[in-house]
C-alpha cells in the first residue's frame, strides 16, 4: 500500500485519538481510501446503497464528497475562463465547488418503483440500478449493520461481475457482505445504533483523507 501524505495521516491520527477501538478497521480502512484513490484518478464513479439509517448514511457520504467538506474546491481555471462569456458565468465560476463523483443507488424512485413491479425477482432495484451506471473501475462501498441485507448482497455480485470493486461497511462480524466484498470494512459495535455511530466515524474519516488527498487546502 502506498505511503500516505502527510495531511492524511494527520486525518487518520486524529481520528485514533478520539477512538481509538477504531485501531482494528485501519488496514481496511486505508485499502478503502486508496481503491478510491485510484477509482477517482481513473475517471470512474464511487456507488453507494444502503437501508434505512444505512441508506442516509450512503447520501451523507456522497453529499461530503461532491462539494466542499473541509477543504477549498475551486473551479479549475479553464472552466472558470469557459464560463466568462455563459449566462451567470461569474457565478458559477465563483461559487462551484469541485465535486468528487459519488452517486447513491434508490434514489430514482421511477426506476425503483418500476423494477419493484415488473420483476418477480425482489430486492434487485440497487443491481439493476448499478448495473445501467457502473462502468469497470467504478467502486461500489455496501452499507449494512448486519451485513446481510440482500438488496446490497445482490449489487455487490453485480458490481464483481463488471469490474467494480466491493466494499462492505458492516457491524463486527460482517456477514455475508464481508464474505462476498473485495474490501471489508467491519465498525466495531454491540447493537445497531453503536455500530452506525462507528460508521459515521469511519465514513468521515475517509471522506476527508480522499479529499485532503485532492484537495489540500483548508478552507
Known sequence: MGELLPVEQEILSEMLSRRPDLEPCVESLL????????????????????????????LHIAGELCKSFERKRPVP???ADKLKDKP???????NL???LPAITLGLNSALKTAVENDSPQRDIAFAQELFALASPGDMLIAISTSG????????MSLAKA?????????GPHGGKMAELADI???????????????HIVLYHTFCAMIEAHYFPEKR
Open 184 to 198: 471489508a470494512l467491519r465498525a466495531p459495535g454491540h447493537s445497531t445504533k453503536t455500530i452506525q455511530e462507528a
Open 162 to 170: 463488471v469490474g467494480v470493486t466491493a466494499v462492505s461497511l458492516t
Open 31 to 58: 485499502a478503502v481510501h486508496q481503491t478510491l484513490v485510484r477509482t477517482y484518478d481513473s475517471g470512474g464513479k464511487l456507488f453507494l446503497c444502503g437501508n434505512g439509517g444505512s441508506c442516509a448514511d450512503a
Open 148 to 155: 446481510n441485507a440482500s438488496n446490497c448482497l445482490m449489487a
Open 88 to 94: 451567470f458565468g461569474d457565478e458559477l465560476a465563483h
Open 97 to 99: 465547488e469541485k465535486g
Open 77 to 79: 481555471k479553464p472552466l
